[in-house]
């Protein structure tokens, strides 16, 4: 069965820096697209990042220039580079990928921006 699991989270200072990984099983990985979503407290969970199978890539304003979405196929493993961190980016990220039918998520990972 697929199962998507992250870790790297954590509490960082304003300005810092993370890096979050999500280890991938149970599909063929290198086909796929993944997705970097976060939600934080009372808000809708949004989507921070996408990578195709191929490599393209997609963020939101909100991240742009600071998060960076990256793959290892051979790992089985998809990244989260995020730079300059905001008290505004404190949320639980969460892995995910589709089938034409289904969406799949981690358990997630927390990520608090504070002094």
């Known amino acids: 069965q697929v199962q998507l699991v992250e870790s790297g989270g954590g509490l960082v200072q304003p300005g810092g820096s993370l890096r979050l990984s999500c280890a991938a099983s149970g599909f063929t990985f290198s086909v796929y697209a993944m997705d970097w979503y976060r939600q934080a407290p009372g808000k809708e969970r949004e989507l921070v990042a996408h990578i195709t199978n191929i490599g393209s890539t997609y963020s939101p304003d909100s991240v742009k220039g600071r998060f960076t979405i990256s793959r290892d196929n051979a790992k089985n493993t998809v990244y989260l580079q995020m730079n300059s961190l905001k008290p505004e980016d404190t949320a639980v990220y969460y892995c995910?990928?589709?089938?034409?039918?289904?969406?799949?998520w981690g358990q997630g990972t927390q990520v608090t921006v504070s002094l």
């Open positions: 995910s990928t589709a089938s034409s039918t289904f969406r799949y």
